[in-house]
């Protein structure tokens, strides 16, 4: 068994730098710092957040030295970063049409939409669409502060986009329960803060999980209460674990307070059906908690016999809308077909909330002064896109059904080759942009991560990143089963790119096998 | 003494609201909302920010009114939003240069840089900076995430721009000490959170300070340890009252960690000289405390007797940038001559920090996963402007110019202006963006607001809005000496609307005085 230079020397790093900083020899020559990992807010210092922590900043160390070293250093040329949902890092094109517009939003007028030329470039429908933003944003443009929680229009549009989604009564949304927020984690973040009154406050959150969760959970102090998905049916919710787990939370002295849902699923792809969405709503009702509802990946659904069902529709369907159900749908324009990460754009909707607390979270936005204005501006062009008919239309289509079309199959490539893979069990992928496989571990790398003390889906994804260049994230990082692992990966680079990556993880597998059996 | 109606019926609501909720009759009819204001983290509850508060919802309250309402309901057409430091929306132009080279960047080459035509609508400096920036994105465009504290090259034009503001040796800031954020805010936001570690966790802010200050200590649990600024000596700093204000908490068993420094000062106007800023690094360095600068307003200073020196140059010139001090500097794209608010662009540069403190900053930066890329490009924009003989470059600084110029005509207009009202005494503003006047109030207005719980200095506030549609925010929002009353305005309409503000609020006051008499 033998560790390759790079991974034992990164090993050895972080054991001398704990050796060194346990002697008091060390402690008295480096200057008393004020602020140190243990004077500092423990929470934070904690606090545990996997999509960027130790394998990716090693992904960016290699990439830095493949910069650097003669050719033939590494096994290979680049890095690929399947580690997080950023589509355009990985090369999927910006949409035009919303790229066109926002150009001409920042623009001063003489300079943009009044420019003698300006149709040289832009197209009608772009020019049109800006000046509307203009009007929007009260004529102060996109370097203003905005109202709080976004400019009245824009949260407009966002309640017509979401009645028309769940074929709601017109009106039935207000704008006063949107919040526009710098993309999804921004919202999730002010309601957790307010969900977390002391450390029994208790939000059941799915294992796996998008650590966003468990990272704010453990930094505002409250408590993480999990229920699993169950894999073995396609990572499907189970009624009967959802009071299990809020039983034995309940027992332990936490009062639970809210339940977050990620539909579809971030690590895990599933689509839930409607009688799984009604049967949460249900479950919430009955022991009066919060809704979190995750709805970002609601674009991103690729099998026919899948389909989004959103919590707001499930609650009108069942009547919960006007009981008293406390919602929140978190949505973003970093996902879907948009992929504009960058951007930071994205909203939440509130239903059913305390209208106290409301103002509350008004208060908390304005702390903030207001989410980004083309952050704002991108959540306005994806709820209200071209029309029929629209200079724009056909081509804003066309370039969305292509990315829709190469995502779905993507997501087969993926999660049929590793199902392919002797030793990786995968769930069919219905949407999101993940693939969550289970994979079996060599009972030496177990061993050897023991007694260094490092998960082995991390030892794992550490070695893959070192012989091939792939940078996954450890399974561990998301919460699963004891004794299971595994890892997560985008299917984000192109089809070409994937099939390349699947090859290679089941190479490289066999190899971990050999070298650690 | 007669309140107007409004006035009268915003009282009246709060009153009859308190009233409801407090009767069981009341409790029974409402469905229990798991969240509430009871349930709810309470210091978030507790938490005040008056930038946005009471007055400001009001004013937003009247604007609806206004737009629906018969001519004549009020006695004014408009409302002038003076509560926070918003140029845009009140008229300022932005910056003609940096929209153009943003919206470059956000159009996709074939439709921006490489189209056809794009010189008949942009000039030459900025199609090549937007190249530039393209390539700072590693080609990736404006709609991926970052690194997540900004890209290696912004990072470095950060760099560069303090080490020539400063005369600092070239190479001094380091790359990895910058952190891109949304605004400063969320920069403040991620370094109290750090030091918070404890209710004792006690952070030392100015009298009056900038209540994000407060307004996130109080959110993250720790304590306010006020020093007051003095006002007769133009709001200046004192040490003696800075040893006073740490004894006293030291006294009270505070662990006191921080110094918030707030200069050219927000609200008070003033900016302070080298001893003073060198003085407060001594004293920080002989404390042990860690020096957070807000210097966002270090293009604001239109007195020719006043300069800015920053933190950073004065750490070098005494000697303390080698020996540990930790220093951590904000700045941001919303403040200058850029006014760029809306863009949320804004950086914090670290100095002396522990390393893996710094790591940890890192850790939490990730999990918001970056600052958004608009902001990110306006902050690279304003820290490297157009050199001399690029096609933009008299343009840009004749815009510069003429904003500069402006406001300072404006500072002027405001204190001179006040200080000519009886009753009214206003420091001269040196300054940031405000002007923070002391006001006599009546008796009758003082004991009216004793009766009613309000501060004397909202229900001035509150008067001065209805009367006029002037909007200020109540001085008791940013913390003064008891007995001290006043307002804080920001001089940002233009120059014959802030000539015209002054003459409204003289006339009001005097009304006032009658009112309350």
């Known amino acids: ?297 609601q674009e991103n659904v690729y099998r026919e016999d899948a389909e989004f069902y959103s919590c707001r529709r499930a609650a009108r369907d069942i009547g919960l809308d006007q009981s008293g159900l406390e919602l929140v749908s978190f949505h973003s324009t970093s996902k879907g077909l948009y992929g504009e990460c960058g951007r930071r754009g994205g909203y939440m909707e509130l239903m059913g909330f305390d209208s106290a607390v409301r103002d509350q979270l008004y208060k908390l936005a304005s702390s903030h002064l207001c989410s980004n204005t083309p952050g704002q501006i991108m959540t306005s062009l994806m709820v209200n896109g071209p029309k029929k008919g629209d200079a724009s239309y056909e081509k804003h289509e066309s370039e969305k059904n292509a990315i829709f079309e190469s995502l779905a199959k993507r997501a087969s490539i993926v999660s049929d080759g590793f199902n392919k893979i002797p030793g990786f069990s995968c769930q069919t992928v219905a949407g999101s942009m993940y693939c969550f496989p289970r994979v079996e571990m060599p009972q030496g790398a177990i061993k050897y991560a023991k007694k260094t003390g490092m998960p082995v889906d991390t030892l794992y994804a550490v070695s893959l990143l070192e012989k091939t260049g792939i940078c996954v994230v450890p399974a561990s990082g998301f919460g699963q089963e004891e004794g299971r692992h595994g890892f997560r990966t985008t299917f984000l680079p192109s089809e070409e790119e994937m099939v390349r990556v699947v090859g290679a993880v089941r190479d490289h597998y066999t190899a971990f096998c050999n070298e650690y059996k």
Chains 1, 2 share one sequence.
């Open 1 to 297: 068994m033998k560790l390759n230079t790079l991974l034992q020397s990164w090993l050895l790093s972080s054991l001398t730098l704990n050796v060194a900083a346990s002697t008091s020899f060390f402690k008295e020559v480096v200057p008393t710092k004020r602020l140190t990992e243990d004077s500092m807010c423990q929470k934070l210092r904690n606090m545990e957040y996997a999509v960027r922590g130790k394998v990716v900043i090693k992904a960016d160390e290699i990439n830095t030295l493949l910069k650097s070293s003669p050719k033939g250093t590494f096994n290979f040329d680049h890095i690929v970063y399947t580690n997080i949902g950023n589509p355009h890092s990985v090369g999927q094109k910006p949409l035009t049409w919303p790229r066109q517009v926002l150009a001409l939003a920042d623009l001063p007028n003489e300079f943009g939409i009044d420019h003698p030329d300006v149709e040289k470039m832009f197209p009608s429908d772009a020019i049109a669409r800006a000046r509307q933003i203009k009007d929007a944003l009260d004529g102060h443009g996109t370097g203003a502060y905005t109202h709080s929680q976004g400019p009245l229009q824009f949260r407009q549009e966002i309640c017509d986009f979401i009645e028309e989604r769940d074929d709601l009564k017109k009106g039935s949304v207000d704008p006063k329960c949107i919040f526009m927020t710098n993309g999804a984690s921004s919202g999730i973040e002010m309601i957790l803060n307010a969900l977390i009154s002391s450390p029994k406050s208790g939000i059941m959150i799915p294992i796996p999980q998008y650590p966003i969760y468990s990272a704010t959970i453990d930094r505002f102090g409250g408590t993480q209460v999990g229920y699993y998905l169950d894999e073995n049916k396609g990572w499907d919710m189970n009624v009967a674990e959802l009071e299990r787990a809020l039983a034995q939370a309940k027992k332990e002295g936490v009062d639970v307070n809210s339940f977050v849902l990620i539909n579809p699923g971030n690590p895990t792809g599933q689509v839930l059906n409607k009688k799984a969405i009604q049967d949460i709503l249900k479950f919430c009702s009955k022991h009066n908690l919060l809704l979190l509802a995750d709805e970002v990946y």
